[in-house]
């Protein structure tokens, strides 16, 4: 279903079966056939070396990324990219900078694959050990988003970097993994890094000339949420920071609702599940409450305009505006 998501109806019309998988077939699918091509037709003098990690960092960091941060915080807050932080350290600068007064978000962009065993395994400790390589650190030693966001709270606080307006005794350090695959915004996964966050942190705890104690848990930022909420992230320069504390202080609640709930299997069940949501269902949540018609964000519809002109033109002619 994945490698076809339509089904045929008659000669001249097929019906999708999932918009999900076509959706993916559009981008992660068009990277498995140009990864075909890569590696079986093209001679090995032509082929592109790492073809997924040049993707990634090309397109998914320095493009799609670098352009929602950069927009989200136009004039508003600090904002420095990761190729302008790499001339500020020697190695591993964080994949963006935001500062918003006393408060500092850092970024690192993950857009990862999981191969078809992966997905599938339900053996616990072997799918966390492949997640761990994903995430944390590779069995080689390369420092992934963990190790990468802990080394680069050890920056902001020795102000390694150009922008040192803030009193390390004071500033409040977010970090945000940035996930460019859905099937990573799953229930439990920020757990999961948090464990691996925390183990990281204990180093920067043990240094004397170091105070960790503002830095807040990490969460799993979906790409999705992003662009989604773009122009609201704009038009406040604090919401994002609001919302992440909302989520940790959620998230954060547990030994009294755990005790109220002793007995209640199900209760606890669901309480559970609720405390594991990712952030991106969380933030959907919020703003589902708060304005039931969202508008669809500009950069969609704008880009939209582009690829797809005469359905865009027919959907504006019906509708004086486009929701989500």
Avoid at 24 to 48: E, P
Avoid at 68 to 82: A, C, F, M, R, T
Avoid at 113 to 122: M, P, S, T
Avoid at 286 to 310: C, H, Q, W
Wanted: aromatic share 12%; charged share 25%.
């Amino acid at each position: 279903m994945r490698t076809a998501p339509f089904y045929k109806i008659n000669d001249n019309t097929c019906r999708i079966s999932f918009s999900l998988f076509v959706i993916q077939k559009i981008y992660t699918g068009l990277y498995f056939m140009l990864n075909a091509v890569n590696n079986k037709v093209l001679k090995k003098k032509d082929r592109v070396s790492a073809l997924w990690t040049k993707i990634s960092g090309d397109f998914s960091e320095r493009y799609l990324l670098y352009k929602l941060l950069e927009n989200i915080n136009d004039g508003k807050n600090v904002y420095i990219n990761g190729d302008q932080l790499m001339d500020l350290v020697t190695s591993g600068a964080t994949d963006s900078y935001v500062r918003n007064k006393h408060m500092v978000m850092l970024f690192e962009s993950k857009d990862v694959l999981l191969n078809e065993i992966a997905k599938h395994n339900r053996n616990f400790p072997e799918l966390e050990a492949i997640l761990k390589e994903k995430f944390y650190v590779l069995n080689s030693g390369e420092l992934k988003a963990v190790k990468q966001l802990v080394n680069n709270i050890e920056f902001v606080l020795r102000k390694k970097f150009a922008d040192t307006d803030y009193d390390v005794l004071e500033i409040d350090i977010y970090c945000m993994i940035v996930i460019h695959n859905p099937m990573f915004n799953c229930l439990g996964l920020n757990t999961l890094i948090q464990s691996w966050f925390d183990e990281e942190l204990n180093r920067l705890r043990e240094m004397k000339d170091i105070n960790v104690s503002r830095v807040k848990p990490v969460i799993v930022l979906d790409i999705d949420t992003l662009i989604l909420y773009e122009d609201y992230f704009k038009q406040d320069k604090d919401l994002i920071f609001s919302l992440a504390n909302q989520y940790i202080a959620k998230v954060s609640e547990q030994d009294n609702m755990v005790e109220a709930l002793k007995g209640d299997e199900n209760g606890l069940d669901n309480y559970y599940c609720e405390m594991q949501i990712p952030f991106s269902h969380f933030v959907d949540a919020y703003f589902t409450k708060i304005l039931p018609n969202k508008a669809m964000p500009e950069r969609v519809t704008s880009m939209g305009k582009d690829i797809f002109p005469e359905a865009y033109i027919n959907t504006m002619q019906s509708e004086k505006q486009i929701y989500i």
